[in-house]
């Protein structure tokens, strides 16, 4: 509601672009009209994770897995977020049933993977190190056109056969 005066700058994230007006019948703001994107500022990658000790190596065999099972959920860190949308995705181009459960943010989804509760999560990469490095979650793929530095040996959404899914 700022005046349009080239002195106010708002720094967010792709959901006021791209989620917001797709989820929402009616917003403060016209996109079109009232913003002008200015740059991009970063690129996080979102990871596929897993409790450790799910059988799944990759996402493959997760599909495979979830064929087996009964009642699982996913969990994102709320309904119309990134993790939402790729959810819904996986289970669309993998042709699998799973639960929705959004929860109030990453680390409370992360914390149900680990505990059981849910079979997966899409966490933004640098919020997980920790467990990662405890071993609690594995990774199957991560989103972005290349493989993240600090995880060399996990793939791509794209190299994992999962390339509609390639969003962070």
Request: charged content about 15%.
């Amino acid at each position: 509601k700022s005046a349009a005066d080239g002195h106010t700058l708002l720094f967010t994230n792709d959901a006021t672009f791209v989620g917001n007006p797709a989820l929402y019948p009616t917003l403060p703001y016209n996109m079109q009209r009232d913003l002008v994107p200015v740059a991009p500022v970063t690129y996080v990658a979102l990871a596929l994770a897993i409790n450790a000790s799910v059988p799944a190596k990759d996402l493959n065999e997760l599909v495979a897995y979830i064929k087996t099972q009964k009642s699982l959920g996913y969990g994102s860190f709320g309904a119309g977020s990134q993790p939402h949308i790729m959810g819904e995705m996986f289970k669309k181009i993998a042709g699998v049933d799973l639960v929705h459960v959004p929860y109030k943010g990453a680390g409370p989804a992360t914390a149900d993977v680990m505990g059981g509760q849910i079979l997966f999560t899409f966490p933004a990469f640098p919020t997980i190190m920790g467990q990662l490095n405890s071993g609690k979650l594995r990774l199957l793929a991560v989103s972005g056109d290349k493989r993240v530095p600090a995880a060399p040996q996990v793939p791509t959404m794209t190299e994992a056969g999962f390339k509609d899914m390639d969003m962070g």
